[in-house]
């Protein structure tokens, strides 16, 4: 009886490194597939374009200073958005890329710029609250636009515009959450 546990265990040894050798050489080869995807990755990035700074000129940041009121600032930035898309499309149709993108840096700027703002001026007045719709408006308008430069670029500058499109939607989800918040529509008290 002893001679059979002993064969057992040696047979039972013998298949646990099998098993182990198998689990090992699966583990190599999906490590060894994972390292190649992740080399054409870095790969298909490197030849990407840095994107841009965002820096407002001075100036724009002379003209946003020189508005005092709300509804005022909120226009000119929304002018001066407007301007840098236009230029940005003026220089993708030219296929110089590099001024579409300090451009296209620019409107950023502008775009985080107005909506931290207008954050800060958020007091729930009425005010503030048209200002954030007329944000979001204008915002709803340039998503179209960016997506039609982005069709017409080379894939070293695609990237960019896909992640700045994605900004603009989240800005746009920034610029609607202070109109629909509790102060401005107030829920049931609790009893």
């Known amino acids: 009886m002893e001679q059979r546990l002993v064969l057992s265990c040696r047979l039972s040894a013998v298949n646990w490194r099998k098993k182990l050798?198998?689990?090992m050489t699966a583990l190599f080869t999906v490590c060894g597939l994972l390292?190649?995807?992740?080399?054409?990755?870095?790969?298909?990035?490197?030849d990407t374009a840095p994107p841009p700074l965002k820096i407002l000129s001075k100036d724009e940041k002379s003209q946003l200073e020189l508005s005092t009121d709300i509804k005022q600032r909120t226009k000119t930035a929304l002018?001066?958005?407007?301007?840098?898309?236009?230029?940005a499309e003026a220089?993708?149709?030219?296929?110089?890329?590099?001024a579409m993108f300090t451009e296209l840096g620019?409107?950023?700027a502008l775009v985080d710029n107005t909506l931290d703002f207008l954050s800060k001026n958020n007091n729930d007045s009425g005010k503030v609250l048209n200002n954030f719709k007329r944000m979001e408006l204008s915002l709803r308008k340039h998503i179209t636009r960016l997506e039609l430069i982005r069709r017409n670029l080379p894939i070293k500058y695609e990237l960019y515009v896909r992640q700045l499109v994605r900004h603009i939607r989240d800005a746009r989800t920034r610029a609607v959450e202070p109109l629909f918040d509790d102060t401005v529509v107030p829920g049931k008290k609790p009893i």
């Open 21 to 23: 050798f198998v689990l």
């Open 91 to 98: 220089f993708g149709i030219k296929e110089e890329y590099q």
């Open 35 to 46: 390292l190649t995807a992740d080399a054409q990755v870095e790969k298909r990035f490197e």
């Open 106 to 108: 620019s409107f950023h």
């Open 79 to 87: 002018e001066l958005m407007e301007m840098r898309l236009i230029k």
